[in-house]
Structures are given as C-alpha cells and as structure tokens.
C-alpha cells in the first residue's frame, strides 16, 4: 500500500501544480464577451477549477509522504484561501451591478 501511496502522492503533486497554473491562466483573462452570462460562466469555471485543486488538496493530504517532502502545502492551502477570496469578493461585486 505505501508503494501505491507514494505513486498517488507523486501524480497529486503534478496535478496540483497543473491545476495552479491552469487556474492563473485562466482566472487571469477575462471573459471573451462583455455579457453577464459570459461573466457568470468565467466565474463558474474558476470556482469549478477552484473545487479541484482543493480535491487534490485533500487526496495529497490523504496520501501523503513524510513531513520533508510535503512542505509546499501549507503554500498550496494558501493559494486556495487566497483564491476562493479573490473569487468571492468578484461575486459580490456581481450582485452590485
């Protein structure tokens, strides 16, 4: 099971990062058109980029290799929080309009 575990932990750690930089890329460019439709499947879909990377989060935690080789998580935890944030605050922006 620790042989499984440490593959797992190892393909995690890839998606993680993968699913970062996929987030800024993309949370990075506004919406193609200027309607609030559009606005409000951007937003969606950062949310839903959002869900995976804390999924990830969780099977990373689950899964996780001695202390020493998962220290960038308190990092990723971080990024999530900070994200989620950034998020919310656009969405209650969006109620305002």
């Known amino acids: 099971m620790s ?5 797992v932990s190892a393909e995690i750690d890839r998606a993680i990062e993968r ?3 996929s987030y800024q890329a993309f949370a990075a460019s506004a919406p ?4 609030a439709k ?3 499947a ?3 879909a950062c949310k839903a980029a959002l869900a995976h990377l804390d999924l990830l989060l969780k099977i990373a935690k689950i899964t996780e290799v001695p202390a020493k080789e998962a220290e960038g998580e308190d990092e990723r935890l971080a ?3 900070e994200a989620r944030a950034a998020v919310c605050a656009d969405d209650a922006g969006e109620d305002d309009a």
């Open 3 to 7: 042989r499984l575990r440490g593959l």
């Open 19 to 21: 699913v970062i930089s």
């Open 32 to 35: 193609i058109a200027a309607d």
């Open 38 to 40: 559009d606005f409000a």
């Open 42 to 44: 951007h937003h969606a």
């Open 79 to 81: 990024l999530v929080a």
